[in-house]
């Protein structure tokens, strides 16, 4: 009977060192490769899906993403004229991106840093065609999505009158800040949406809470997002405010470059650079 008593006492031990180490690596954090790894491996996933997917993926991002430009709006027209009030209305920002973010949409700022990994580690000519197929497709179908929601704003009667005016005011004020201010202002927002995604592995229940946090940050900080920008490009342009050349020129193309180099250059490199030791050593 002993032996049977300690062989039961063993086993009852190891299932409570096994319980332990499962607890202790629940509660652990992440490791930067872990994290790198689960990136990295979303972003082979986004790379090998199709280009229909992909594009009506990207125009529904662009058409909820305009959620932030209308929340925004809908704050300012409705909140009293305070000093604070700027602060609150930007929490309406935070809208759309948590619609585009949590409901898996195919967002192109995420894509600065989602499908860069991938390519730092194979380094091939081939990946790199891929990740720039992507990143076409992707960018165009917001753009797409973007003028849709925007001609739904200011072509039809979809938007409260009293509301009209704060998005007019809210576009003219993202588009009019010049092709150098606004290529400046968009590298931290480049930044803020690649450090959202590296933190979003490991944000479980509280991803609801670092999108809005951070985003808010993006629309109190002032900075452009050329997503969330399209969209006022697309209102301004619309309402005859802006012409081709001003809204290439002046606002897309230099906001388009300020977000790459924040998400891809600045964020996208250092994190590589702190994880590449290990994934290359792990290799």
Same mark, same amino acid.
């Given at each position: 009977?002993?032996?049977?008593?300690?062989?039961?006492?063993?086993? $009852?031990?190891? $299932?409570? $060192?096994?319980?332990?180490?499962?607890?202790?690596?629940?509660?652990?954090?992440?490791?930067? *490769?872990?994290?790198?790894?689960?990136?990295?491996?979303?972003?082979?996933?986004?790379?090998?899906?199709? $280009? *229909?997917?992909?594009?009506?993926?990207?125009?529904?991002?662009?058409?909820?993403?305009?959620?932030?430009?209308?929340?925004?709006? !809908?704050? *300012?027209?409705?909140?009293?004229?305070?000093?604070?009030?700027?602060?609150?209305?930007?929490?309406?920002?935070?809208?759309?991106?948590?619609?585009? !973010?949590?409901?898996?949409?195919?967002?192109?700022?995420?894509?600065?840093?989602?499908?860069?990994?991938?390519?730092?580690?194979?380094?091939? +000519?081939?990946?790199?065609?891929?990740?720039?197929?992507?990143?076409?497709?992707?960018?165009?179908?917001?753009?797409?999505?973007?003028?849709?929601?925007?001609?739904?704003?200011?072509?039809?009667?979809?938007?409260?009158?009293?509301?009209?005016?704060?998005?007019?005011?809210?576009?003219?004020?993202?588009?009019?800040?010049?092709?150098?201010?606004?290529? +400046?202002?968009?590298?931290?927002?480049?930044? !803020?949406?690649?450090?959202?995604?590296?933190?979003?592995?490991?944000?479980?229940?509280?991803?609801?809470?670092?999108?809005?946090?951070?985003?808010?940050?993006?629309?109190?900080?002032?900075?452009?997002?050329?997503?969330?920008?399209?969209?006022?490009?697309?209102?301004?342009?619309?309402?005859?405010?802006?012409?081709?050349?001003?809204?290439?020129?002046?606002?897309?193309?230099?906001?388009?470059?300020?977000?790459?180099?924040?998400?891809?250059?600045?964020?996208?490199?250092?994190? +590589?650079?702190?994880?590449?030791?290990?994934?290359?050593?792990?290799?």
């Amino acid at each position: 009977m002993a032996p049977l008593i300690q062989r039961s006492v063993s086993r $009852k031990k190891d $299932k409570e $060192k096994q319980a332990e180490e499962r607890s202790v690596s629940d509660a652990t954090a992440l490791s930067p *490769r872990m994290i790198y790894e689960v990136i990295r491996r979303e972003g082979e996933e986004e790379l090998a899906r199709s $280009k *229909r997917s992909l594009i009506w993926s990207g125009i529904a991002a662009g058409i909820m993403i305009s959620l932030s430009v209308l929340a925004e709006a !809908i704050f *300012r027209t409705y909140l009293p004229d305070t000093p604070y009030r700027f602060l609150i209305e930007n929490l309406g920002y935070s809208m759309g991106f948590l619609a585009v !973010i949590m409901g898996r949409m195919q967002l192109f700022t995420e894509n600065t840093i989602t499908t860069v990994l991938p390519i730092m580690r194979a380094r091939t +000519w081939t990946s790199f065609v891929s990740m720039m197929r992507l990143w076409v497709i992707v960018l165009a179908a917001n753009v797409v999505g973007a003028f849709a929601a925007a001609a739904l704003f200011i072509c039809t009667p979809a938007i409260s009158p009293d509301v009209i005016p704060a998005i007019l005011d809210l576009s003219q004020h993202a588009t009019g800040m010049g092709a150098y201010e606004g290529f +400046w202002r968009a590298i931290p927002a480049g930044v !803020i949406v690649a450090l959202i995604v590296w933190m979003l592995p490991q944000a479980d229940e509280t991803a609801f809470f670092l999108i809005l946090v951070f985003t808010w940050l993006i629309a109190a900080g002032d900075f452009a997002h050329i997503v969330a920008g399209s969209v006022e490009m697309a209102v301004m342009v619309l309402d005859g405010q802006l012409g081709f050349s001003g809204a290439v020129f002046g606002f897309f193309l230099p906001v388009l470059s300020g977000n790459i180099i924040g998400g891809t250059i600045i964020f996208t490199l250092l994190a +590589w650079g702190q994880v590449r030791d290990e994934v290359e050593g792990h290799d």
